[in-house]
């Protein structure tokens, strides 16, 4: 079966940290980008980064350029996505997908399998 589970989110203050993981089972994890996505309440998902197969290059949205850092793990099936300097408008359910489309790393409708979400709640 294909699968994305997320994990790590939870309550943090701002200027806090995070790391969230997804860990993928049931395709071959190494041969797909990936890419991490957020969704607050009453608004549309967002793009956050996204990673290609072999690590060589990450790509980021305006929101977490300098704050957060996309990595993976291809012998663990796992992309991470380590959120630093965390502010309030950083609270949303935080996504991961595969990209299996060639096309913008932004464009959501180049993923696929997306994991149910793990919550970001930031407030002090």
Same mark, same amino acid.
């Given at each position: 079966?294909?699968? %994305?589970? &997320?994990?790590? =989110? =939870? %309550? !943090?203050? *701002?200027?806090?940290? %995070? +790391? %969230?993981?997804?860990?993928?089972?049931?395709? @071959?994890?190494? @041969?797909?980008?990936?890419?991490?996505? +957020?969704?607050? *309440?009453?608004?549309?998902? &967002?793009?956050?980064?996204?990673?290609?197969?072999?690590? /060589?290059?990450?790509?980021?949205? #305006?929101?977490?350029?300098?704050?957060?850092? @996309?990595? +993976? #793990?291809?012998?663990?099936?796992?992309?991470?996505?380590?959120?630093?300097?965390?502010? *309030? /408008? #950083?609270?949303?359910?935080?996504?991961?997908?595969?990209?299996?489309?060639?096309? /913008?790393?932004?464009? !959501?409708?180049?993923?696929?399998?997306?994991? *149910?979400?793990?919550?970001?709640?930031?407030?002090?």
């Amino acid at each position: 079966q294909v699968r %994305l589970v &997320e994990s790590g =989110g =939870g %309550l !943090a203050q *701002p200027g806090g940290s %995070l +790391r %969230l993981s997804c860990a993928a089972s049931g395709f @071959i994890f190494s @041969i797909y980008a990936m890419g991490w996505y +957020r969704q607050a *309440p009453g608004k549309a998902r &967002e793009f956050i980064a996204a990673i290609s197969r072999s690590r /060589e290059s990450a790509y980021y949205a #305006d929101s977490g350029k300098g704050r957060f850092t @996309i990595s +993976r #793990d291809n012998a663990k099936k796992t992309v991470y996505l380590q959120m630093n300097s965390l502010k *309030p /408008e #950083d609270t949303a359910a935080y996504y991961c997908a595969n990209k299996i489309y060639a096309g /913008e790393y932004w464009n !959501a409708g180049n993923y696929h399998v997306w994991g *149910p979400g793990t919550q970001v709640t930031v407030s002090s």
